[in-house]
């Protein structure tokens, strides 16, 4: 059962516009939740979180949003640059919980 | 500053053969840590997590075990691997939010 879904695998957003990941989950207990970006034969690295007591978080050109009714999250990129171009995750977890929850993930392009 | 390090880059074994991947991590004390594994079109499955010294939980059944005998270090192991074990493996440590190491690639062939 996936906890954590990432139903697009992939997009494709021409640069300088604005691209938008999506992601359901299905534990109402994840109160924290995060994005990671990954390249090729690197491991994830850590892009930007966002904690059940608030809708939206920003950093740059990153935003994300959670909408708990729903169940749903989502990172915009504004603008989207050809070096944002990789997989995003979207992940879940519970505050002071030991397991993060990782979606399938989602292969972002970026043309120039 | 923290810093996680696993070894192999990559990695091309025989079917039936043995497994050892080791990861450790530098500048904490008593972190969790994580083995994830990554399957083409998959996404980050968890795969073990420990929250300290000789204690293992195990999330999926599998051909794989793991292993902490030291505070930082963290090795995922296999007796006799299966096609079926190829993929790129992360170790990962975390407090609140997870960082990964650089990965291993599994071929087994």
């Known amino acids: 059962d996936q906890q954590v879904k990432q139903n697009s695998p992939s997009l494709s957003v021409q640069e300088g516009r604005i691209s938008i990941l999506n992601c359901d989950y299905t534990?109402?207990?994840?109160?924290?939740f995060l994005w990671y970006k990954k390249y090729p034969a690197e491991g994830p690295t850590f892009l930007i979180s966002i904690s059940s007591i608030k809708d939206k978080n920003e950093d740059g050109r990153f935003t994300v949003f959670l909408n708990k009714s729903a169940k749903h999250l989502s990172l915009h990129i504004v603008p989207s640059q050809p070096g944002d171009s990789a997989v995003y995750f979207c992940a879940a977890s519970t505050i002071g919980g030991f397991k993060t929850i990782f979606g399938a993930g989602t292969r972002l392009f970026v043309k120039a | 500053s923290q810093t996680i390090h696993q070894w192999p880059a990559t990695l091309v074994q025989p079917v039936g053969s043995p497994l050892s991947l080791e990861c450790t991590v530098e500048?904490?004390?008593?972190?969790?840590l994580y083995w994830y594994r990554q399957a083409a079109g998959r996404g980050l499955q968890l795969l073990f997590y420990s929250v300290g010294i000789g204690q293992i939980s195990s999330e999926v059944p599998q051909n794989l075990s793991a292993s902490r005998p030291q505070d930082r270090q963290f090795i995922l192991s296999s007796k006799k691997l299966l096609l079926s074990d190829s993929g790129f493996y992360l170790c990962?440590?975390?407090?609140?939010?997870?960082?990964f190491g650089q990965g291993t690639r599994l071929t087994v062939v």
């Open positions: 534990n109402s207990m994840f109160d924290y």
């Open positions: 990962a440590w975390s407090e609140g939010k997870a960082f």
């Open positions: 500048g904490t004390s008593n972190p969790n």
